[in-house]
């Protein structure tokens, strides 16, 4: 049953990834100028450039089996720094018409990776990446079944949906120590895994689903390493502490991006309490709460608001460390007799407002409004 549902998940994503694609190729691989075979689009600065495509002579895919990304190109006299791989750029090199691309080299100018740049390809062996690569989207190396190794650099910090989904020869994966999200089916499929290096010093605090490995790895022979003196926090959370095998033997790293998330906005009445929950890296970070305004609601050391008036105020959570984070979430007191309104905001006073209403009255729950990302802020992690 289980690889029944494996296999119908495959199915599903090869079949949405190829509808996305048929859609969206037209403007992905859309360029501005083709200099030594690779296409590129300019961005909006004018300054930098990304690259689309392999194209020579208005031909898809050249008869290359390396794509050596320079750090900047020169057109029309203007110079340019390759700061991207864009969307679908090198995704679907495999059919037998095309020569097998095997290797990318990708400068330290790069800084954004785009979904799907390196899905299914085929013979695809080996990629180099740049220190300064910090985003790499959903199913970037998906399908990619000679891929064998891949160390991801320090300063990545969020790994994308199905990223090596179905790599099923991927046997190593180094993961920096800057990762914040792993995403869901991140490395489904991969089930030849033998090591994993995961250097990220607090897991806890690391927002990652707890699927990742769904069909992956066997976890009584993958071994998993990870920094020394992290073996206990690893064990305490999940999917990490499904490795039988796990060694700590890395070198730690305390020199890591410190990062707080709080929930950017609540609505409360007054008399209520909510349990604001700061989810930190470091794990242990030690933290102060403050009000912008007592008169409206006030918090104390664990992070527990209590509504005193209506009214708006701010909470900030800030790290007690010299160069720590800090994180804002903004409260909306109202009066518990005029909150008989449209609370769900569907047009309509029913049934599930007043129930909102009833719940509230007895103490029984608080509105949440998750909100897009705000500066240092985004909504809790999902685990």
Same mark, same amino acid.
């Given at each position: 049953?289980?690889? !029944? ?40 600065? &004018? ?9 020579? $002579? &208005? ?11 320079? %750090?900047?190109?020169?057109?029309? $006299? ?30 330290? !100018? ?17 990629? !180099?990446?740049?220190?300064?690569? /910090? ?10 079944? @000679? ?26 994966? !180094? ?15 991969? =089930?030849?895994? /033998?090591?994993?290096? @995961?250097?990220?010093? @607090? ?28 073996? %206990?926090?690893?064990?305490?959370? /999940? ?21 707080? =998330? ?49 009214? $708006? ?7 007690? /460390? ?43 729950? $608080? ?14 992690? =999902?685990?």
């Amino acid at each position: 049953m289980k690889t !029944t549902n494996y296999s119908l998940r495959i199915r599903s994503a090869c079949l949405i990834f190829m509808i996305v694609m048929t859609v969206l190729t037209c403007f992905s691989n859309s360029y501005d100028f083709i200099v030594d075979g690779l296409a590129y689009k300019k961005h909006t600065d &004018g300054k930098t450039v990304g690259v689309t495509s392999l194209k020579v $002579n &208005g031909n898809v895919y050249p008869d290359l089996f390396e794509a050596i990304i320079p %750090e900047t190109v020169t057109y029309d $006299n203007v110079d340019y720094t390759v700061s991207s791989i864009e969307n679908y750029a090198f995704s679907g090199m495999m059919s037998s018409a095309y020569p097998p691309l095997q290797k990318v080299v990708i400068p330290s !100018t790069v800084t954004s990776i785009g979904a799907w740049a390196f899905s299914d390809l085929k013979n695809f062996k080996s990629v !180099t990446m740049g220190e300064n690569v /910090e985003q790499i989207g959903d199913g970037a190396f998906s399908d990619c079944n @000679s891929l064998e190794s891949i160390v991801l650099p320090d300063k990545l910090s969020d790994l994308g949906y199905f990223m090596f989904q179905s790599c099923n020869n991927l046997k190593s994966v !180094t993961i920096g120590k800057n990762v914040q999200r792993i995403g869901s089916n991140a490395f489904i499929g991969c =089930h030849r895994l /033998e090591n994993i290096y @995961s250097h990220i010093m @607090s897991p806890a605090a690391t927002t990652i689903y707890t699927d990742i490995f769904y069909e992956g790895p066997d976890f009584s022979t993958c071994t998993l390493h990870v920094p020394n003196g992290t073996k %206990e926090l690893y064990l305490s959370c /999940e999917p990490w502490n499904q490795f039988e095998i796990i060694v700590d033997d890395l070198e730690p790293d305390f020199d890591f991006q410190p990062w707080i =998330h709080l929930a950017l906005h609540i609505r409360m009445y007054v008399g209520n309490t909510h349990q604001l929950t700061a989810f930190t890296n470091p794990a242990d970070m030690a933290v102060s709460w403050s009000s912008s305004d007592e008169l409206v609601a006030t918090v104390d050391d664990t992070g527990l608001v209590i509504a005193i008036a209506p009214g $708006n105020a701010v909470i900030t959570v800030t790290g007690n /460390e010299p160069g720590f984070p800090s994180a804002t979430c903004d409260v909306t007191v109202k009066e518990v007799d005029n909150m008989i309104d449209d609370v769900n905001r569907d047009g309509t006073v029913d049934i599930a407002d007043l129930n909102h209403v009833i719940n509230t009255m007895l103490g029984k729950t $608080n509105f949440d409004i998750p909100t897009g990302n705000q500066g240092g802020n985004t909504a809790p992690p =999902h685990k």
